[in-house]
């Protein structure tokens, strides 16, 4: 199994440009999140889904969307790049109720910086 | 969620036991409390978690007080590839995205 995976690894960005993260999971869970994680900082979530087709909101939301049109992809997408997106963005996944219940599985990261 | 308090920084000779301190007096009846770590650049690694028992798995051991107010996370012979940064965490279980901290960062010193 790879686990949780995350396309791109670095992404280079202008102000004002819009690009999508894409998080993919083979361990058929249900949850899904999306952090970012800033120098020094601990991670924060940005989004979540507890299944497919369904999406929430987390602690920093603004200037995100999410999609999770299929059960392994969590999508997340930045319409319009700024600067203070500069950060690291993981991925993770969980399924709850089972083993260790809230046991998540988190991806190797984005580095995405915004010029 | 409640939240929790560790210090910022330890050190720990390699070979010695690791003792992380983290306090969470605002932890309800049904809060577990999950330890991570972070190796630097990764992503974050589960540990452990419980609830109000010790726990023991093959990477540590959680002791949580009687009281459930403050638990301690023991790694009982730090090597070099433990030094990460460790976050204490109080969650529900199963459906409760998790609260990340600052953390503590372990450097584990030769």
């Known amino acids: 199994n790879a686990g949780v995976t995350q396309t791109p690894k670095f992404r280079v960005l202008k102000t004002g440009q819009s690009m999508t993260l894409l998080c993919a999971q083979d361990?058929?869970?249900?949850?899904m999140y999306w952090y970012r994680q800033d120098p020094g900082m601990g991670l924060r979530l940005i989004h979540y889904?507890?299944?497919?087709?369904?999406?929430a909101k987390g602690e920093v939301p603004d200037g995100y969307n999410v999609s999770r049109l299929k059960k392994q992809n969590f999508l997340l997408g930045l319409e319009s790049a700024a600067p203070s997106q500069t950060s690291v963005y993981f991925c993770?996944?969980?399924?709850?109720?089972?083993?260790?219940?809230?046991?998540?599985?988190f991806g190797p990261g984005t580095r995405l910086t915004v010029l | 969620d409640a939240k929790t308090t560790q210090p910022p920084s330890m050190d720990c000779a390699e070979g010695r036991a690791a003792n992380l301190p983290c306090n969470h007096s605002?932890?309800?009846?049904?809060?577990?409390v999950y330890w991570y770590r972070q190796i630097h650049s990764q992503g974050p690694q589960y540990i452990i978690h419980?609830?109000?028992n010790n726990e023991t798995n093959e990477m540590a051991s959680l002791i949580i007080t009687e009281d459930r107010k403050s638990s301690t996370l023991i790694l009982p012979h730090a090597t070099l590839r433990d030094t990460a940064v460790y976050y204490c965490?109080?969650?529900?279980?199963?459906?409760?995205?998790?609260?990340f901290g600052k953390g503590t960062r372990l450097s584990v010193i030769a």
């Open positions: 993770a996944s969980s399924q709850p109720g089972q083993g260790s219940d809230n046991e998540q599985f």
């Open positions: 361990m058929n869970h249900e949850y």
């Open positions: 889904s507890v299944g497919e087709g369904t999406t």
């Open positions: 605002t932890i309800s009846g049904n809060e577990y």
């Open positions: 419980g609830l109000k």
């Open positions: 965490i109080v969650a529900n279980s199963g459906n409760t995205p998790l609260v």
